[in-house]
């Protein structure tokens, strides 16, 4: 407002302050997002216990209505608060785009659940077929790695920086300079 010109970006000294100048953003980016998912899994949970103790609503059905709120408060709360600084597209796009990498993740911690379970399980039953083993597994092994694709996908694939392209560039006209 001034009329000043901004000076050069001042940096931090040490190793701690070069890191956080590097990946600042992401760090941020990604504190964000675990808040993000936080409040949808306790919506998630919530709702899905009130509905089958209070309303004796079938399990299955339960947690199907539970996980589509529970999504779609997670993609408005990353569209407009984790990735509100990224560019805007067509919003059924990114819906459609944030619940097939929603569905991948689930694939991810449900195949971590198998393995420990029945993979494991097979050859140490008595430690991989407990429900302590099988909540480690899906919940600590399955969740941190599904969170960990989910946070990648959607900053790669749904709400993507600005003049990133959604679709490969290609050149209408040949060129005919051989």
Same mark, same amino acid.
């Given at each position: 407002?001034?009329?000043?010109?901004?000076?050069?970006?001042?940096?931090? *000294?040490?190793?701690?302050?070069? =890191?956080?100048?590097?990946? #600042?953003?992401?760090?941020?980016?990604?504190? %964000?997002?675990?808040?993000?998912? #936080? +409040?949808?899994?306790? $919506?998630?949970?919530?709702? +899905? &216990?009130?509905?089958?103790?209070?309303?004796?609503?079938?399990?299955?059905?339960? %947690?199907?209505?539970?996980?589509? $709120?529970?999504?779609?408060?997670?993609?408005?709360?990353?569209? +407009?608060?984790?990735? *509100?600084?990224?560019?805007?597209?067509?919003?059924?796009?990114?819906?459609? =785009?944030?619940?097939?990498?929603?569905?991948?993740?689930? #694939?991810?911690?449900?195949?971590? =659940?198998?393995?420990?379970?029945?993979?494991?399980?097979? $050859?140490?039953?008595?430690? +991989?077929?407990?429900? =302590?083993?099988?909540?480690?597994?899906?919940?600590?092994?399955?969740?941190?790695?599904?969170?960990?694709?989910?946070?990648?996908?959607? *900053?790669?694939?749904?709400?993507?920086?600005?003049?990133?392209?959604?679709?490969?560039?290609? &050149?209408?006209?040949?060129?005919? *300079?051989?």
């Amino acid at each position: 407002m001034t009329g000043e010109q901004p000076g050069p970006r001042q940096t931090r *000294r040490g190793l701690v302050g070069i =890191l956080f100048d590097r990946f #600042g953003h992401l760090l941020r980016e990604l504190s %964000k997002f675990a808040t993000v998912g #936080g +409040f949808a899994f306790l $919506i998630d949970f919530a709702l +899905f &216990n009130y509905l089958t103790s209070k309303h004796g609503v079938e399990e299955l059905t339960a %947690k199907t209505i539970s996980t589509v $709120i529970a999504a779609s408060v997670a993609f408005l709360g990353n569209r +407009f608060w984790t990735w *509100r600084h990224r560019q805007r597209n067509n919003a059924a796009r990114e819906y459609a =785009l944030f619940f097939f990498f929603n569905a991948v993740g689930l #694939g991810i911690t449900v195949a971590c =659940l198998a393995l420990s379970h029945y993979g494991l399980g097979a $050859i140490w039953p008595t430690v +991989f077929q407990t429900r =302590l083993a099988d909540n480690l597994a899906s919940y600590i092994v399955g969740t941190g790695l599904a969170t960990l694709f989910r946070f990648w996908s959607y *900053r790669r694939f749904v709400f993507v920086e600005a003049g990133t392209p959604t679709l490969p560039q290609v &050149n209408p006209e040949p060129d005919h *300079r051989a």
